[in-house]
């Protein structure tokens, strides 16, 4: 079986379960359905890793120190981009660097989200132009402030418009079963999320 490689971006005061919870999803989804199909990758449609600047600890918010999985030059080919979002995003919006590995990545992948203040981090590579969109509820006017041009949606958990995005922190979950059932099937992204034993809000992306 051919995986898609899910790569999930950290930093510095990310929120955990911006990364943690598509970590989960993604990371726990089988096409074959049950608990014993989750001891191995056998069925498994995803390779999911966390990839960050270099592979040093970062420090999350609340302070959990995570080890990246790779760093930005070690990497594998990333097919599904996510940008999870926290207050380490604010100093990353004037960090070019950073804006320049994830428009390039972006370049590279078949499919981009984000979660919460993650979108702003996409509009600030120019990846939301003229887009839908929404983030974190007390970030959408930021949102709306780096671009005009994207028709920020308000209310709503998972946006799709090319680009996926979700909106604050749990909302991230929702999003990545969304992904799941526009790749593999809503059937799959059900049994997936009864195993997790969570009721997801999601439309296919």
Not at 18 to 36: C, I, N
Not at 138 to 143: E, F
Not at 153 to 161: F, G, I, T, Y
Not at 165 to 185: E, K, N
Request: aromatic share 8%; with cysteine; charged share 20%.
């Amino acid at each position: 079986m051919t995986r898609q490689n899910v790569g999930i971006l950290i930093f510095d005061d990310v929120e955990v379960l911006d990364f943690a919870g598509p970590f989960e999803v993604f990371s726990r989804t089988r096409l074959v359905a049950g608990a014993e199909s989750r001891r191995s990758d056998e069925s498994a449609p995803f390779r999911v890793f966390t990839v960050a600047r270099t592979s040093e600890p970062i420090t999350t918010i609340g302070g959990m120190r995570v080890v990246p999985g790779y760093s930005w030059m070690t990497a594998p080919p990333i097919e599904i981009l996510v940008v999870p979002g926290g207050f380490g995003t604010r100093s990353l919006l004037k960090d070019e660097p950073t804006l320049a590995w994830i428009k390039d990545a972006a370049g590279r992948a078949s499919l981009v989200t984000s979660v919460c203040t993650g979108a702003l981090l996409l509009a600030q590579a120019g990846l939301l132009r003229g887009r839908r969109a929404t983030t974190h509820w007390a970030a959408l006017d930021s949102l709306s402030a780096i671009d005009p041009t994207i028709d920020v949606e308000r209310n709503v958990r998972v946006v799709s418009d090319t680009v996926v995005t979700s909106a604050g922190v749990s909302a991230g979950i929702d999003m990545s079963f969304a992904v799941v059932a526009r790749l593999c099937g809503t059937d799959v992204a059900r049994e997936t999320a009864h195993y997790i034993e969570y009721v997801p809000q999601y439309q296919r992306a």
